[in-house]
């Protein structure tokens, strides 16, 4: 067993050779000579051992330092370190391309893996046990007929990674025992015979599969000696699962190139087309043999021929281009294609071309509905039956504080609250249940401004060409400022119709004033003597008292009505809102402190003068604090120190325009909402008969209408009332009354 590894190495059908590098006079590698080479190694290379052996490398390769790789420096490098190189290398004389392993088992030496030097036999195990794939070598015993017959005496490394077992666990142990289906497999009828024959052969490529394998070998079995066979293998099953792969790909690949919704085009350096497909033929109306030949150009309508040639030009420069051009079918018809195009080599241009006339009308026109889409006033939105957004233009995004990319894959949701969110899902359930257009106006939130506001949509659902539901596109638009104007027309007509009621009412209150006067005084008169001439403490007493009691009361609500009747007729002069306050305040202040109510006055200092009839102000503050102190009263008794009344004079602009704005405040019952249209009725109230006529706010409307001003409240139930009143500051406004 001397030589058995050395054996081993020498009857591999891998060829190798063994180097010393050669160093000059400053220690520097500049050469490499040939020691040992073996008969593969002569096959491989063409070249003979006799003729090499004790040669310089640049001897045997005269054109090495010509060459652009530094090979002396490589070959160096490699043998200052313990690990083994490979790389591959082209044969031109044979024409073939095979790898090289190189390995340096001892200093300035080297070994090329297809050759080796003469070594020791230290040295051959080493190289074998280092080989790049498995060896395992068997010793025969009896007549070699049965798998029971080749004991397994060494295995290298790379054959322990392939078995996934440590060696001494498989010394020792029969080929049966190590790989069960050997015979299945084949592999014991060249064991057989090359033990008996002693020629080396290749078992060749195939799968392996039992229990714990199921792999692909690649096997080159040969004899060392008698009794001693190798089997040299490498699992090849990722390269036949890469082959399988790529052939996998190949069939892919053409059955695309057979299927493709493009035509493809092949192109040669010159332009003629050198192949293509059947869409090819099928977008240019010509048969196969009718498109090779022609070049590039010859397709392209006269007007684009240059763009056409200058576009070929470019893609041999840049190896890639993507154009729109306009060719020309075999009928004449004129199309819009889309080029797509890449380099694959200087002989080779890979064409892909889509015939996008009709997507380029259809782009046309829904760059026009876009346009008309993305107005600035209107917004649109697309969404599926789950309220996920599809699609949307800036205007719906941006009223809801975002922006249209931001909302892409959301859901509907985010444009409501908790409380909105029913109402619009089920709008969506209707909308695709019904199919039909449907008009609603729904409520949304704006997440970044945190407001609600009225959006009315139109919305409808999508079909395909086949009828089937696809997606619901719906129209929107932000109804705020409609609806604020919308409330200040319906505001306006109120103020007419109440101003209409108003003057009717004046001129009736009038003449029924006059006419009621004179009998009630006679009733108040007759009863005041009956008074006189009665005892005290007799019935008629009472009764007269009784009947002069009413008559005042409605000689009183007379008053009012002549009063009504009468505005417009005392003459205007400049005055300060705070006098009529504190005069008013005069007046009522006993009554206030008496419901023990909190009453507050804030007026704003060096208010402008306003232009006015201070009775009638002073009539329209008494008026709206009376019913403050009643609402208040009304709803916390009589003893409470939870009434609070609020008084505040401020200057305002409105409309270009400044006014001197009184508001009154309390946090009494306030006003419900079925009532709040006719609080400026005449004689609408909603006190007890003996408490309120219905004329006070009727009155106070037409006061402050006859000044040019405004007045109008906020109400809440149970919560507060504040009414405002605005009045004109005067045009001497920057007079000051001290």
């Known amino acids: 067993m001397d030589n058995f590894y050395k054996d081993i190495i020498f009857e591999s059908s891998f060829g190798y050779a063994y180097h010393e590098i050669v160093f000059d006079e400053k220690n520097n590698p500049c050469n490499y000579i040939f020691l040992e080479a073996n008969k593969a190694f002569e096959k491989i290379t063409g070249l003979k051992a006799k003729d090499i052996i004790g040669r310089k490398a640049t001897e045997v390769f005269p054109s090495l330092l010509d060459d652009n790789f530094d090979w002396i420096k490589f070959y160096a490098d490699a043998t200052r370190t313990e690990s083994h190189t490979s790389y591959s290398r082209h044969s031109d004389k044979y024409d073939l391309d095979y790898w090289i392993d190189v390995f340096s088992p001892n200093k300035n030496h080297f070994v090329t893996f297809f050759s080796l030097m003469q070594l020791s036999e230290t040295n051959f195990k080493n190289l074998f046990n280092n080989m790049p794939i498995g060896g395992v070598i068997y010793k025969v015993i009896n007549d070699g007929l049965t798998g029971e017959d080749y004991i397994a005496l060494d295995f290298n490394k790379k054959a322990c990674i392939y078995e996934g077992k440590n060696k001494f666990d498989m010394v020792g142990k029969t080929s049966y025992e190590l790989r069960p289906n050997l015979n299945e497999y084949g592999l014991l009828d060249v064991f057989r015979h090359v033990w008996k024959t002693g020629i080396p052969q290749k078992f060749g490529t195939k799968r392996y599969k039992d229990t714990q394998f199921n792999n692909f070998y690649d096997i080159d079995v040969f004899r060392l000696s008698k009794d001693t066979i190798v089997a040299i293998y490498d699992d090849v099953s990722d390269f036949i699962a890469s082959q399988n792969e790529l052939e996998e790909k190949k069939d892919n690949l053409q059955a695309y190139l057979d299927n493709a919704p493009y035509g493809i085009f092949i192109a040669d350096k010159y332009g003629h087309y050198v192949e293509?497909?059947?869409?090819?033929?099928?977008?240019?109306?010509?048969?196969?043999?009718?498109?090779?030949?022609?070049?590039?150009?010859?397709?392209?309508?006269?007007?684009?021929?240059?763009?056409?040639?200058?576009?070929?030009?470019?893609?041999?420069?840049?190896?890639?281009?993507?154009?729109?051009?306009?060719?020309?079918?075999?009928?004449?018809?004129?199309?819009?294609?889309?080029?797509?195009?890449?380099?694959?080599?200087?002989?080779?241009?890979?064409?892909?071309?889509?015939?996008?006339?009709?997507?380029?009308?259809?782009?046309?026109?829904?760059?026009?509905?876009?346009?008309?889409?993305?107005?600035?006033?209107?917004?649109?939105?697309?969404?599926?039956?789950?309220?996920?957004?599809?699609?949307?233009?800036?205007?719906?995004?941006?009223?809801?504080?975002?922006?249209?990319?931001?909302?892409?894959?959301?859901?509907?949701?985010?444009?409501?609250?908790?409380?909105?969110?029913?109402?619009?899902?089920?709008?969506?359930?209707?909308?695709?249940?019904?199919?039909?257009?449907?008009?609603?106006?729904?409520?949304?939130?704006?997440?970044?401004?945190?407001?609600?506001?009225?959006?009315?949509?139109?919305?409808?659902?999508?079909?395909?060409?086949?009828?089937?539901?696809?997606?619901?596109?719906?129209?929107?638009?932000?109804?705020?400022?409609?609806?604020?104007?919308?409330?200040?027309?319906?505001?306006?007509?109120?103020?007419?119709?109440?101003?209409?009621?108003?003057?009717?009412?004046?001129?009736?209150?009038?003449?029924?004033?006059?006419?009621?006067?004179?009998?009630?005084?006679?009733?108040?008169?007759?009863?005041?003597?009956?008074?006189?001439?009665?005892?005290?403490?007799?019935?008629?007493?009472?009764?007269?008292?009784?009947?002069?009691?009413?008559?005042?009361?409605?000689?009183?609500?007379?008053?009012?009505?002549?009063?009504?009747?009468r505005q417009g007729k005392t003459s205007y002069s400049n005055a300060l809102i705070s006098d009529i306050i504190n005069s008013s305040r005069m007046l009522i202040e006993t009554l206030i402190k008496h419901d023990y109510i909190d009453f507050t006055v804030d007026i704003q200092d060096n208010l402008p003068q306003i232009r006015c009839r201070s009775q009638q102000i002073q009539q329209v503050l008494l008026n709206l604090i009376t019913n403050a102190a009643d609402s208040l009263s009304e709803k916390y008794g009589k003893e409470t120190d939870k009434k609070k009344l609020q008084l505040r004079a401020l200057l305002i602009n409105k409309n270009n325009k400044e006014y001197v704005q009184i508001q009154v405040e309390d946090n009494g019952m306030g006003i419900s909402g079925e009532i709040k249209t006719q609080i400026f009725d005449p004689f609408f109230t909603t006190k007890p008969r003996n408490k309120g006529t219905g004329l006070g706010l009727a009155i106070s409307y037409g006061i402050i209408s006859e000044h040019q001003g405004d007045i109008y409240f906020e109400s809440e139930k149970n919560i507060n009332t504040i009414f405002f009143v605005d009045i004109p500051v005067s045009a001497d406004k920057n007079q000051l009354l001290i």
């Open 276 to 565: 293509v497909n059947e869409e090819a033929c099928r977008i240019t109306g010509y048969e196969e043999n009718e498109l090779i030949g022609k070049t590039i150009s010859d397709l392209i309508i006269e007007p684009q021929k240059q763009k056409a040639i200058d576009s070929f030009k470019l893609l041999k420069s840049q190896g890639i281009i993507d154009i729109e051009i306009q060719y020309l079918t075999k009928s004449g018809e004129i199309r819009w294609g889309g080029v797509r195009a890449s380099k694959q080599n200087d002989d080779k241009y890979l064409i892909f071309v889509e015939n996008i006339t009709e997507k380029k009308a259809n782009k046309a026109m829904v760059s026009r509905f876009e346009n008309i889409l993305n107005m600035e006033f209107m917004g649109y939105i697309f969404v599926d039956f789950d309220g996920t957004i599809l699609h949307s233009n800036d205007y719906f995004a941006n009223v809801h504080g975002l922006k249209a990319d931001e909302i892409i894959g959301e859901n509907l949701r985010i444009f409501h609250t908790e409380e909105q969110l029913p109402a619009a899902m089920e709008t969506v359930r209707q909308i695709k249940e019904d199919q039909t257009m449907k008009y609603y106006e729904v409520m949304h939130w704006d997440s970044k401004n945190k407001r609600e506001f009225p959006m009315l949509m139109s919305a409808t659902v999508m079909k395909d060409e086949n009828g089937s539901p696809q997606y619901i596109a719906a129209l929107a638009q932000d109804i705020t400022d409609y609806k604020i104007l919308e409330e200040k027309n319906t505001q306006m007509q109120m103020m007419l119709q109440n101003q209409q009621k108003l003057e009717s009412i004046g001129t009736l209150a009038s003449g029924v004033a006059h006419e009621i006067n004179n009998p009630i005084n006679g009733i108040m008169n007759y009863s005041q003597l009956i008074a006189d001439s009665t005892e005290q403490d007799s019935e008629n007493y009472i009764f007269a008292n009784e009947i002069i009691k009413e008559t005042k009361r409605v000689a009183g609500i007379v008053n009012s009505l002549l009063q009504f009747s």
